[in-house]
DNA sequence: ACCGGTAGATAGTAACACTGAATAGCCCGG
DNA sequence: CCGGGCTATTCAGTGTTACTATCTACCGGT
């Protein structure tokens, strides 16, 4: 798309795979296409499974090994405990930060 | 704050400083208590120089020295065209990603 | 002579998303 | 039976960004 959303989604790209596991718990690959549903259509499969990774290494999701009847076993994640107090803590800091842009946005000061 | 916000930054400061110098022109200083008025409480002033210098670089500003009463030269910063197309840029692409995030907390899918 | 407020610059670090490619399993058509 | 296409994951290398910490510099007051 463009440098600016790509920068914009540090920070946020995190976040917005922690809320699409908030639904239900989900593969990788399920995740990237929803991630397309949802508009969000150029981020790289790769970006995605990177994002898994860290959050696996930060303890906020669990994970489970399921067969696929198509392909590899898939590695299903699903929101925990931690994974929770996390998203809500991001949508505070969303919150944050978009209310304060608003202001800028209509008139500044 | 955390370094969620640190995070999140990360593509919207820049956008932010562009805003700010939309309203009127201003200096480094300036534009550091500017954003503290706005809420931004702990943004490091090297961090806002940092910013300065990339938008300048970017050819996104005109600067103009101004002697100081009080202390070292300032450098004045003021947007000229290509900042403003910029900033616009910026508000539509801020509006891609928030309109996307609203759906995402209100029920998902 | 010193300190606090004003004003700017910079080197080093860590976090993050992207690119591009590799690997691997499975099914179907020719 | 074999090669292409879909499913599914992984990884090395790159560039951008904000933060920390520190340094320089000018001025006024004590």
Sequence with gaps: MG????EMLKGTLEGIVLAILALRPAYGYEITA??????FADIAEGTVYAVLVRIEQKGLVDVQKVP???GPPRK????NVRGKDE???FWRTWGFL????EHLH????
């Design 34 to 39: 929803g991630l397309r549903e949802r508009g």
């Design 3 to 6: 440098r600016q959303i790509t």
């Design 98 to 101: 978009s209310e304060r842009l």
């Design 76 to 79: 299903v994640y699903s929101l």
């Design 87 to 89: 998203l809500e803590e």
């Design 68 to 70: 696929s009847e198509k």
């Design 106 to 109: 209509q008139g500044g000061k």
